[in-house]
């Protein structure tokens, strides 16, 4: 098969790229760097024909909706025009969160279902990478702070682009479709994430003050509304302390 991945040169789609790949199938990434904008439509159709499957791994947080919404629908479109179904990556519990970035990513799958085109949408919880990076985020020295029960369930990155790459390889579904959710195998509240990650660099347990959630984004992590009711998710892929155990010492960017 012809697989278009849209942000094949990112931190996921690159990894869909070598899973695709390796399963025997022709792969082409697309995004700005192979002449394809999706704030723009440059190179977007030429992109999709011809592809059997379009993955959507593109994004681009600091633009506002440009990508994240508009950009998702104009891709959507391409790929419904020509026919071809789309795979979709989102984000686990984004039905009633408040946060921004998480509102825009629901738009963007009620834009892909608006199109009425073949696709599915599998949405994954936090990567490690990400729940590290918050984690550091918040200690500051021996000492982490937690809003209320606020808790992951953080997955490997690996695990996610192999099930978009088995959603693309798979059968076509006939309309829109959500796939069931992706989640790596444990929750991790802060003060434990928090606790993992000094240890791997060899300091002591910090010490973790909770604070109430105050606001709507604060009381919807708080309530681990980004975290998979017991059995809704599927679960997989290295837990965060065996991808820790893979990392440098000393963890940079997401
Ligand atoms: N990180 C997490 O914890 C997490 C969890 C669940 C779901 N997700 C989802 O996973 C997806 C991928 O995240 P990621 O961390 O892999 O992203 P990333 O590393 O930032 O990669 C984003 C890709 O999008 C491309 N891109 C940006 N602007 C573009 C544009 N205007 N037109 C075409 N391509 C564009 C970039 O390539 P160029 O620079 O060449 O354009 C890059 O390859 C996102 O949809 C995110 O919501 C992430």
């Known amino acids: 098969m012809r697989i278009v991945v849209a942000g094949g040169a990112g931190d996921l789609g690159s990894r869909v790229v070598r899973e695709v790949t390796a399963r025997g199938h022709q792969v082409v990434p697309a995004s700005r760097r192979t002449g394809v ?48 179904h789309l795979v979709h990556v989102s984000i686990v519990g984004i039905d009633d969160h408040p946060m921004t970035y998480y509102r825009r990513k629901l738009r963007a799958e009620q834009g892909i279902q608006a199109t009425g085109g073949p696709a599915t949408v599998l949405r994954s919880t936090q990567f490690h990478s990400l729940a590290a990076f918050f984690a550091r985020t918040i200690t500051k020295g021996p000492l982490t702070v937690t809003i209320g029960d606020m808790a992951f369930q953080p997955v490997d990155t690996d695990f996610v682009a192999a099930r978009l790459a ?7 579904p006939t309309a829109y479709a959500r796939a069931t959710d992706v989640a790596g195998p444990d929750v991790l509240t802060v003060g434990e994430l928090a606790t993992l990650l000094r ?46 155990a893979t990392q440098p010492e000393r963890l940079t960017g997401r």
């Open 166 to 172: 088995d959603l693309a390889l798979g059968a076509r």
């Open 199 to 244: 240890a791997h660099r060899g300091a002591s347990a910090p010490r973790v003050v909770r604070f109430p959630a105050v606001g709507g984004v604060m009381r919807a992590f708080a309530e681990r509304r980004t975290v998979p009711s017991p059995g809704d998710a599927q679960t997989g892929g290295l837990p965060f302390v065996a991808w820790l």
């Open 37 to 84: 904008d999706l704030t723009t439509g440059e190179g977007l159709a030429d992109a999709v024909a011809g592809a059997d499957v379009v993955v959507n791994c593109a994004d681009d947080t600091s633009r506002g909706d440009d990508v994240t919404v508009y950009g998702t629908r104009r891709l959507a479109d391409a790929a419904a025009d020509s026919g071809v």
